[in-house]
């Protein structure tokens, strides 16, 4: 508090205020204005004195004030402890996923025992393969005596089987069943039953039977001779008159007649009726 003015002044002393003489304590008076401030309230008055300056980059870089680089290291860091700690938050998502839905897979059946490696080597494929067919040795006899015997020739047809018979394997057998079936179209038994011995001795089976075209009688006892034959082919129409001459000529030179139609591709009513006067008139003779 200010003393009024003209007011003597006062000294508290031991908790008591006493007025103080006109010439004042040593110590203790009321000096200057700015002197009586000075007592309770005194540090509520204002400081005045010249405005403070504004610190300088220096001065804030030695006050530890922060730099951008360092703000945006700051930023980055926290990012990353973000990034981290929503990994983890997620880790712990699909962990609680787990426990609360277990896997399928579980309820599964166990899965089959895989099948061991091989350690042995698999034989090569071409040791394993079948031989290709080979064509028998008595291939060209075979074919070549079947033309011999079409064209007529049945004696040399037979000369080349009977000299193919000993050099043949024991597999093959097509030359001797020709030879059986050229014996029997030409009549001759004795022949047939010498080669049957041969072929029971050879491959240790029982021959075929020989079985005559023809009832046995007096034409069949004197012809030992190659039956002629007559072949067709094309259509058997009208126009077959050349061939039925041919074979009624031929009919008088033998008494057996072969007839070939494997060429014959069809027939009119026509040739079938020539063809079929024609083997009556045979029969007839």
Known sequence: MRAPRGARPCYRLAGQWAEAPAAGIPGIGWNTRQ?????????LKKHQGPP????????????????????????????????????????IELQMASDFFPD?????????????????????????????????SSAPVVEES????????????????LAALPGLSPDE?????????????????????????DYASRFDTSPPAYSPLTPPGPLDRSYAGVAPAQAFSGVLDGQIAPNLQR??????????????????????????AELLAALQGLRAA
């Open 35 to 43: 002197e009586n401030d000075v007592g309770l309230f005194s540090f």
């Open 52 to 91: 403070a300056e504004a610190p300088s980059p220096d001065t804030r870089m030695r006050a530890g004030v922060p730099s951008r680089p360092l703000i945006e290291a700051e930023r980055a860091r926290q990012r990353e402890i973000a990034r981290a700690t929503a990994a983890k938050i997620d880790a």
């Open 104 to 136: 399928e897979a579980a309820w599964a059946p166990p899965p089959a025992p895989a099948i061991p490696l091989l350690e042995e080597e698999l034989p090569e494929l071409e040791e394993e393969l079948p031989d290709p067919a080979v064509l028998p």
């Open 146 to 161: 079947a033309i011999l015997y079409a064209n007529g020739q049945a004696g040399a047809a037979e000369q080349l089987l």
């Open 173 to 197: 057998r097509q030359p001797w069943w020709m030879l059986f079936d050229l014996y029997q179209a030409c009549g001759r038994e004795h022949e047939f039953e010498s080669i049957a011995i």
């Open 247 to 272: 074979l009624r000529q031929a009919a008088t030179q033998s008494p057996l007649v072969r007839l070939d139609f494997g060429a014959v591709r069809a027939a009119t009513p026509e040739g079938c």
